[in-house]
């Protein structure tokens, strides 16, 4: 009996995500846990595992492609089930079994194999919603029992049209409904090279394949709307061609996952909190110092990366813990004031801005907050911060220095009321009792909610960060 893997909610209360790349292939076997394909969210990269084991019938979904919760992934052939390859299954996991088994309208209670936690389609689900740009019904083969009689049925006399020999024939009478399995009466392409056959006004039926699976690529797809073998309805691709010709010097970005995470959370702060910012240079020649002492002696451990951003780490979260009040959020009619320092650390990442926090701050020693900030970074890099590193922070900070920038009014993380941007460490005159002499200056800016903290708090929170890196062996206390 075959049964289908809806799409999960991974547990970030997420109602869609993008399948970013396929680990398995139909016809592989697979087991219990193994990981099946990796998807993204609007917060991280997430790996499925498998629910049960068995053989891959088929991929429901292209890659590229965002599905909704709930949308069946993948199909299993009649192999063992995850019951019998766990050892058997709770209550819990046959009734998610049962959950999914109904969403998916293939299997029985019996063969269907239990669900992993919160892997259960929801409630509400009662059969297979449509694919995002794709037509509705799904051929007999891949349907469930019963829904064949569902499936219009194609017109005999129509004429099939050509198609490249890897791919299914694209021949359907008019009005037919298509099939909705990838790869099956439709040229095979990933999204974006659909896309660009839309722009360019080239039918993907009339395309020659040459990608390594039958499928139609990109050069296919722009070799066709330049050749003259284009069907003469070929005369509207061409102009189409022609008139979309300056988007080959551009490049489309899709708007989505973090980028559009944090694009809304950026609007939701910079229209819902009057941000005021203050800027002060500081001396930070003695910081400089010590950083270059602790990677000479290696005095927090062998494998710890020591960098300025430590040191102002710590100066931050010993200035909060002076000034408290900046360590606090707005609710409702509530100013809540904490007492510990969840250490946001933003991050520029190749899926976009994010901001994990280093839990506990306050408590840490240098060794420890390093340790903490190598971590996160590592983390962040890899695209795979969990959900849980990303919120609960009380304030943040943001090192444009690493670009090379002296200074900037950032914008407040939502849920906090205060961000400090670190700025490039540069070589400048500086007056020093009676005498000017070369020293380390970078530049400190702070945005806070005016809301919550008035122009005292902030400026004794700058100062004191200020202080603690003009000398940081206040920090040592």
């Avoid at 284009?230 to 691709?237: D, R």
């Avoid at 901001?355 to 970074?377: C, R």
């Avoid at 849920?415 to 490039?424: D, R, V, Y």
């Amino acid at each position: 009996m075959s049964f289908e893997f809806p799409l999960p909610d991974v547990g970030e209360g997420l109602t869609e995500a993008d399948i970013v790349a396929w680990k398995v292939a139909p016809g592989d076997t697979v087991t219990v846990n193994q990981i099946l394909v990796e998807i993204e969210t609007a917060k991280s990269l997430v790996e499925l595992p498998s629910p049960q084991a068995g053989t891959v019938d088929a991929l429901l979904v292209d890659e590229g492609q965002t599905i909704e919760v709930g949308t069946p992934i993948i199909r299993f052939g009649g192999a063992g089930s995850g019951a019998e390859a766990g050892g058997g299954a709770s209550a819990a996991g046959e009734a998610g079994a049962s959950d999914s088994a109904a969403t998916a309208e293939t299997a029985t209670d019996d063969d269907s194999g239990a669900t992993l936690v919160g892997y259960g389609a929801k409630a509400t689900s009662s059969k297979r919603r449509p694919r995002k740009g794709g037509p509705v019904p799904a051929p007999a083969s891949a349907s469930a029992p019963g829904a064949a009689s569902e499936q219009p049925a194609p017109a005999p006399a129509a004429e099939p049209a050509p198609a490249p020999p890897a791919a299914p024939a694209q021949g359907q009478a008019a009005g037919a409904a298509a099939p909705a399995s990838p790869g099956a009466g439709r040229p095979l392409a990933k999204p974006p090279v659909r896309k660009l056959a839309k722009d360019l006004g080239v039918d993907l039926s009339q395309v020659v394949a040459t990608g390594p699976h039958g499928d139609v690529t990109r050069e296919d797809v722009h070799a066709a709307a330049n050749s003259a073998a284009v069907p003469a309805a070929g005369a509207t691709a061409q102009s189409a061609a022609s008139a979309s010709a300056p988007g080959e010097l551009e490049e489309r970005i899709p708007f989505k996952g973090v980028t559009k995470m944090m694009a809304k959370a950026m609007v939701d702060s910079a229209f819902t909190m009057p941000h005021v910012t203050e800027f002060l240079d500081v001396d930070v020649t003695e910081t400089m110092a010590m950083v270059r002492r602790l990677k000479t002696t290696k005095f927090l451990g062998e494998d710890v990366k020591v960098s300025p951003l430590l040191i102002v780490a710590k100066a931050v979260a010993w200035a909060a813990g002076r000034n408290p009040r900046i360590n606090s959020c707005l609710e409702g009619d509530e100013i809540i004031v904490k007492k510990y320092v969840n250490l946001g650390i933003a991050a520029a990442t190749p899926r976009g801005l994010i901001v994990p926090n280093i839990k506990n701050a306050h408590s840490m020693g240098l060794g420890e907050l390093a340790q903490g900030i190598q971590e996160l970074t590592a983390l962040a890099r890899s695209g795979k911060t969990p959900p849980a590193d990303q919120a609960g922070g009380t304030i943040t900070i943001t090192n444009v220095g690493v670009f090379g920038v002296d200074a900037g009014t950032p914008i407040i993380n939502p849920g906090e009321a205060a961000i400090l941007a670190f700025g490039q460490v540069r070589k400048k005159p500086w007056v020093v009792g009676d005498e000017i002499v070369p020293r380390d200056i970078t530049t400190l800016s702070v945005s806070a909610d005016h809301r919550v903290v008035d122009g005292e708090i902030i400026s004794k929170f700058l100062a004191d960060v200020g202080r603690g890196l003009e000398d940081p062996t206040l920090l040592l206390a």
